[in-house]
């Protein structure tokens, strides 16, 4: 089997865009499987540096096949953008080498409005969002009411399907003080740009089951993290998608006997960027430098990401869930200099010990971490490629690391430079 899941491990940014650029290499086909234009990927080849919100990271080489799964939902404005900003870039994209879910769920301006209606209303539970309506389309495909993309080359079943979102969206705006949607507007936003997007429609399960039969390597990237699944995740404070590596198959349409090899991305600290329980958060000294040097920063919003020490409890669990074979490490350079290093290894609640992370959110609130402390390292770990080049407290913090979460490093990422990458194990091939 030589296909690869990549999810993130963490709350999302773990460096994933790299990690999944290097694997594209050795990849035919590259799976978008969930999650939508919230994620925010960055892939630095060369001197230039692509920042990719929806479409897949394999978009950027030539030659590889790019899917945009069912799972994901599409913001057509959104994407078009991307691609224009993409050739602007000088890459080539058709419907040659980009496939979009015929059956994909679409977000439309009335779901941007949504999430900034609940994100600004004084009652209810701030999240956080990056308020892109992505919960919204989420909620209307649950709902059974959304628009998907095949929708948009039926111009009855388009109005039709337009009328009963609008009645669900109108009776929440109003409730909100909001005014009702224009739909004159709406429908003529959504016919102009539908053309762009029918050339791009395809059942792209029928091309990853040809992709399986063929042999052709396919790989799947999961967007966010996943403690920010909607089931296993800090719930409320999640995105609206599984970000896990099970939902590759159900958001793809390929069975999940084909999936492979799980890989976790796993920053070698913590980061979260949003509301939400984070028992490790260090909002002294160490928590602002670690922002500063790992220059933490969203990709989409440009938010400032809250940072903490290494939480192997978390990931523990998110191996379990996962079903992770092995992770790839990334950002232990941010690490360098520090006198010493705290890792969590579990949690105290209630004068009881828990080695997981409890569901209920009151006891997320008030868990303390128990930590082990281990030896920092002066010399500098950025841009190492094997691993006789690492200090060997840094290679003691990895092995406790593996230890702790139960799973081994496959790569060792050292700077965002795809090559500056120490390969324990390929992926491709388990
Ligand atoms: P939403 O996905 O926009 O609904 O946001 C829900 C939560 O997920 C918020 O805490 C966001 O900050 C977080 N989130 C969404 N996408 C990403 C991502 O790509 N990286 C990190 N956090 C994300």
Not at 2 to 25: R, Y
Not at 231 to 254: E, F, R, W
Not at 298 to 315: E, H, I, P, S, Y
């Amino acid at each position: 089997m030589s296909n690869v899941v990549v999810v993130g491990a963490q709350w999302g940014d773990e460096g994933k865009g790299k990690i999944v650029d290097w694997l594209s290499l050795r990849a035919d086909v590259v799976v978008r499987f969930q999650g939508g234009h919230n994620a925010g990927h960055t892939l630095v080849i060369g001197n230039n540096v692509y920042k990719l919100s929806l479409l897949p990271s394999g978009i950027v080489r030539p030659g590889k096949m790019s899917v945009i799964g069912n799972g994901v939902v599409v913001d057509p404005w959104a994407l078009i953008a991307e691609i224009e900003k993409l050739r602007g870039q000088g890459v080539a994209i058709s419907p040659a080498n980009l496939k979009v879910a015929d059956n994909a769920v679409l977000i439309l301006p009335l779901h941007r409005d949504l999430d900034g209606l609940r994100e600004d209303a004084a009652n209810g539970v701030k999240i956080g969002t990056t308020r892109r309506g992505i919960g919204p389309a989420y909620e209307d495909k649950i709902g059974r009411r959304a628009i998907r993309v095949c929708d948009l080359a039926d111009r009855a079943m388009l109005e039709r399907k337009l009328d009963g979102l609008l009645s669900h969206h109108n009776a929440l705006r109003r409730g909100f003080g909001a005014p009702e949607a224009d739909r004159a507007a709406l429908l003529a936003e959504i016919e102009a740009i539908a053309p762009q997007i029918l050339e791009y429609a395809a059942p792209v399960w029928l091309e990853l089951d040809e992709a399986r039969r063929t042999g052709r390597r396919i790989l799947f990237e999961g967007a966010q993290g996943s403690l920010l699944d909607v089931d296993h995740g800090t719930y409320p404070y999640v995105t609206s998608s599984n970000t896990m590596a099970g939902s590759a198959a159900a958001g793809s349409g390929l069975g999940p006997g084909s999936l492979g090899y799980i890989l976790g991305i796993v920053k070698a600290y913590t980061t979260r960027v949003g509301e939400g329980p984070f028992p490790t958060e260090l909002v002294d000294g160490v928590g602002q430098w670690l922002g500063e040097k790992g220059r933490e920063f969203g990709v989409v919003t440009g938010r400032k990401r809250r940072c903490g020490w290494f939480d192997a409890a978390l990931v523990r669990q998110s191996v379990k869930l996962n079903g992770i074979h092995g992770i790839a490490l990334t950002k232990l350079d941010v690490l360098d200099g520090l006198d010493e290093l705290k890792i969590c290894t579990g949690y105290e609640l209630n004068g009881k010990r828990l080695d997981y992370f409890p569901a209920a959110m009151a006891d997320q609130a008030a868990v303390t971490p128990v930590y082990e402390t281990l030896e920092g390292w002066k010399d500098s770990t950025q841009g190492a490629r094997s691993w006789v080049d690492l200090p060997a407290t840094a290679v003691k913090y990895v092995r406790r690391v593996e230890e702790l979460i139960g799973a081994p490093v496959a790569l060792l990422s050292t700077s965002p430079e795809r090559d500056d990458t120490i390969l324990m194990k390929d992926p491709f091939e388990d």
